[in-house]
């Protein structure tokens, strides 16, 4: 029937825990549809079917929000800070702005693919490095060329061995040598912390994806809502998979 899904699909949006928790709350018996107490694969449609857990009603969150950014230099991926005025979230609109978290961060001074979102599992799961999510940086560097070879192989960091998945010179480009760098660890200013270990000064660093998220033609500043199919591939790479009707 057009609107039923899956009922711990139903609980996890109202925010009671994981599907596979929201499954337990069902065959603990706390749930009951219209009086009756419900049972693991039942279906419901919450605007035809009276739903409560432990005797109240269940309150549904609004649809999470996924959003991509191209993020410019020289703005804040923070709400604020006394040292700055330009922040990521003032180039969202208003009923977004105090909404959506961005998963991850990019610093100051770099630009590029920003994802932006209230749906705090898959968050939580696109930065946790037991996903190993890669991430691509194209950066512009000056110093010398052998030194990305180093790189890839990786380099010890004060926080730990940081090795890319991938590193490679792409050429020449304005400023200097292009660089594409693809990480999955997530450390603190990783890309520019690899390039000064060996001796590279990264002139430009620009996300260009995350995960199957490309930065496409998004131009610097702008943002546009996630499609379907793109939130399900984000979904699918943190195992967050929506269950079969």
């Known amino acids: 029937m057009p609107g039923q899904e899956r009922l711990q699909k139903i609980l996890a949006r109202a925010g009671h825990g994981s ?8 065959a603990a018996g706390r749930v009951l549809i219209d009086g ?15 739903i409560t857990i432990d005797g109240q009603p269940l309150r549904l969150r609004p ?3 996924y959003v991509v950014l191209n993020k410019p230099t020289g703005y804040m991926c923070s709400r604020s800070d006394p040292h700055h005025d330009r922040f990521v979230y003032e180039l969202l609109p208003e009923t977004l ?10 610093d100051i001074e770099s630009e590029g693919l920003l994802i932006l979102t209230d749906d705090g599992e898959l968050a939580h799961r696109l930065t946790h490095p037991s996903y190993a999510v890669p991430r691509t940086y194209h950066c512009v560097v000056q110093g010398p ?16 061995r940081a090795k890319p998945l991938r590193a ?3 050429g020449p480009e304005a400023g ?15 890309v520019r912390r690899l390039c000064e270990a060996v001796g590279l000064k990264v002139v430009r660093l620009t996300r260009t994806s995350y995960g199957p998220l490309t930065l496409g033609h998004l131009k610097s500043g702008q943002w546009r809502w996630l499609k379907p ?17």
């Not at 702005?97 to 990019?106: A, F, P």
């Not at 030194?147 to 960091?157: D, P, S, T, Y």
């Not at 199919?229 to 009707?245: C, H, N, P, Q, T």
């Open 97 to 106: 702005q105090t909404r959506v978290l961005t998963v991850g961060r990019l």
């Open 229 to 245: 199919g793109e939130i399900e591939a984000l979904r699918k790479i943190v195992k967050l998979e929506d269950d079969e009707d």
């Open 36 to 50: 009756r107490v419900a049972k693991l694969g039942d279906k419901a449609d919450p605007a035809e079917h009276t």
């Open 145 to 160: 060329p052998d030194a990305v070879k180093r790189m890839a192989g990786g380099i010890e960091l004060e926080d730990g």
């Open 176 to 190: 200097g040598l292009g660089v594409e760098i693809v990480l999955a660890e997530g450390k603190k200013r990783e």
């Open 63 to 65: 649809e999470p929000s």
């Open 168 to 170: 490679v010179a792409l």
């Open 19 to 26: 599907r596979r928790q929201a499954e337990e709350i069902i």
